[in-house]
């Protein structure tokens, strides 16, 4: 008897953890697609995310761009963003790298709520949340393998093949 009441408890201990983890992650179930463009029209926008990416130094410090029309709720995961109004706030580096960078835009039906400018090798997923007006859509970056350290002489993709 005892038994059955401690498996019971655990059972009821564990879903009270995990709960809130759950409704936590439900906000943005929705993931939309992103189609490519040509191009990010050159508009007013709202305002600008720069995400910044220090170890890149000098040529690959920018790893990315939102581009945010006016009244869409938009925002990122990425850790080291921030607000500019105009592309002349970028580097002269980050500047002449913008010019390769792959273009999305966020786009539900026939409405565009905003665009995506990232590096070759960086992938973006958008999620949808039609209940936070401020946070509708959340750009989660994905940063390329080599950048989160699977690279290098002793991982088996660096310059030199180390045998033990």
């Known amino acids: ?14 879903l009270g953890l995990l709960m809130p983890a759950l409704i ?3 906000g943005y179930h929705t993931q939309i697609k992103k189609p490519e463009v040509k191009s990010i029209p050159e508009d007013k926008y709202e305002r600008i995310i720069k995400l910044s990416n220090p170890e890149g130094e000098p040529d690959r410090s920018l790893a990315g761009l939102i581009f945010i029309k006016k009244g869409a709720g938009v925002c990122t995961n990425y850790p080291r963003e921030e607000s500019i109004t105009s592309l002349e706030e970028l580097q002269i580096m980050e500047k002449s790298s913008y010019r390769f960078f792959s273009t999305y835009a966020i786009k539900v039906g026939e409405e565009t709520f905003g665009f995506i400018a990232i590096p070759l090798g960086y992938r973006a997923n958008i999620w949808e949340n039609k209940k936070n007006t401020e946070c509708r859509f959340l750009v989660d970056i994905v940063l390329p393998e080599s950048t989160k350290g699977n690279s290098g002489p002793f991982t088996g993709g660096g310059i030199f093949n180390v045998s033990p």
């Open 24 to 26: 936590g992650c439900s």
């Open 1 to 14: 008897m005892k038994n059955n009441s401690r498996k019971s408890g655990m059972k009821m201990t564990a």
